[in-house]
């Protein structure tokens, strides 16, 4: 058992009060971590404000060194990492080893990105009104951000924030999830204990509604960074002022397998997709829409190639899925199959619970006022609704409050154009899964699914200002 500790700036520190973190697994106690309160985050912002002004005139040279050495020192202790993240969450551990190198991919990302941050000359007598001068903007770190993130990627999803955040020159308080605090304390840990790092620039504290509204409501952070659900987000919205916001929220995300689709691939692929980290993915694959001459044709290769996915221990490296998160995550995901079987859906695998696990669930027949297509189901668990037409299915993926991603399988090429347009999302892909991203990209929704976009690159543009420069 490790115990997790608080950063207030560079220096650790502990709590009397503390919480335990329990594998989903074995429900064995694997971590502790100090309870913080309200005052420790007002510390926190405190001293990341202070860190900030002292360190306003640090080189890139070295923010980019510090990343670098963070992401050696990651891929040094790789397996550990990866550990950690299966005791906690219960992801299965070649996922989880997957995760560890993706967020080193992403810190190297965020460094390499940070030298092409650059501004431009401004031509002031292009206008009547005008006269010449030198003018240009550059850009600059906002001050201080609070980054928030959530349980089902606890390591790559924090990786996407601090790096792009820290590497632009902002001082950062970061409240990992309450429900994997030691793989939070462990990045966070080499990020503060780097021979490259800045002092007091990175701040830790855990907690849950006290700790993030204190952090959320104060003055002193000028950039919020959140990653979890909508109704969260939205109190965030509420409460944050005027500063800016950053908003990865929920998905309902869908696909449209068209009559000339390559069915073998379609149905390999969707079963990865809705089940892959036991659907607990914003991207995970909820709705499958399919035309009715491929139906029954693609809902057979789909259960088929479902029912050879194994769930269990999360420690074999051949199994792939685990536990959800907590055993009432379990339990709201057969309540959810319950209710959609008793208003007419067909199950073609029910699902089943055992605990915390819950076996992948495909329903058939699946009409668009069922609870189960209409809000996020974060669980092993996809719907087919047969359509008769692209112009029908499309019409249906955009019918939700959600927009984060979606996806079609086609051989036609016009129809492929048309859906790059059509497709109300933030993300569109074509003969794959909507669960397919790639950290080099541009991530993040429409409407429900948020504002904002991560991807280093990106983020990089969402930690820093425009700086609007005239010599006269």
């Not at 009397?16 to 329990?22: A, F, L």
């Not at 001293?47 to 963070?70: E, G, T």
């Not at 998160?325 to 089943?352: C, D, F, H, T, Y």
């Amino acid at each position: 058992m490790e115990e997790a500790k608080i950063y207030l700036g560079s220096t650790p520190a502990t709590k009397e009060q503390k919480g335990e973190i329990r594998s989903p697994f074995n429900d064995k106690v694997v971590a502790t971590y100090p309870i913080c309160d309200a005052e420790d985050a007002k510390k926190a912002l405190e001293i990341a404000k202070d860190a900030f002004q002292r360190n306003l005139h640090a080189m890139l040279a070295q923010r980019i060194a510090w990343l670098r050495d963070v992401a050696k020192k990651l891929k040094e202790q790789k397996e550990e990492f990866a550990l950690t993240i299966t005791k906690e969450i219960g992801k299965p551990i070649t996922f989880s080893r997957v995760e560890v190198q993706r967020a080193i991919e992403t810190i190297e990302l965020s460094a390499d990105f940070a030298t092409s941050l650059v501004g431009e000359t401004i031509n002031t007598d292009a206008t009547q009104s005008g006269r010449k001068s030198m003018a240009f903007y550059k850009r600059v770190p906002v001050g201080v951000v609070v980054a928030i993130t959530p349980f089902n990627f606890p390591l790559n999803l924090s990786a996407h924030k601090l790096a792009p955040a820290l590497v632009a020159g902002n001082a950062v308080v970061y409240k990992p999830t309450p429900e994997a605090p030691l793989t939070g304390y462990k990045l966070a840990k080499l990020f503060i204990e780097s021979e490259h790092a800045l002092p007091d620039m990175l701040s830790v504290v855990y907690g849950d509604a006290e700790v993030g509204e204190a952090l959320v409501t104060s003055d002193i952070p000028r950039k919020i960074s959140f990653t979890g659900s909508v109704p969260v987000g939205k109190i965030i919205m509420k409460n944050a002022g005027i500063k800016k916001v950053s908003l990865e929220l929920g998905g309902n995300a869908a696909t449209f397998i068209d009559k000339d689709a390559d069915i073998a691939h379609a149905a390999s692929r969707c079963a990865v997709g809705a089940f892959v980290n036991s659907g607990q993915v914003c991207i995970s694959l909820q709705r499958i829409y399919v035309h009715e001459d491929v139906y029954e044709e693609f809902a057979a290769a789909l259960a088929e190639d479902t029912k050879k996915l194994k769930v269990g221990d999360p420690y074999e490296p051949d199994t792939f899925m685990g536990p959800l998160i907590n055993e009432e995550a379990a339990m709201r995901a057969e309540r959810w199959v319950k209710s959609a079987i008793e208003q007419g859906a067909r199950a073609i695998l029910p699902g089943k619970r055992e605990g915390r696990y819950f076996y992948p669930a495909i329903l058939a027949d699946v009409t668009d006022d069922m609870q189960i297509v209409c809000e996020e189901v974060f669980a092993p668990i996809v719907s087919l609704v047969k359509v008769r037409s692209y112009d029908e299915a499309i019409a249906k993926m955009n019918d939700s409050p959600y927009g984060l991603q979606f996806s079609i399988f086609t051989k036609d090429i016009e129809l492929i154009k048309r859906f790059v347009d059509d497709a109300e999302a933030g993300g569109v892909v074509v003969n794959d899964i909507p669960t397919l991203r790639f950290d080099i990209q541009p991530y993040g929704g429409v409407k429900l699914s948020g504002i904002g976009r991560e991807g280093p690159k990106f983020a990089l543009e969402e930690f820093t200002e425009i700086k609007s420069v005239v010599i006269v």
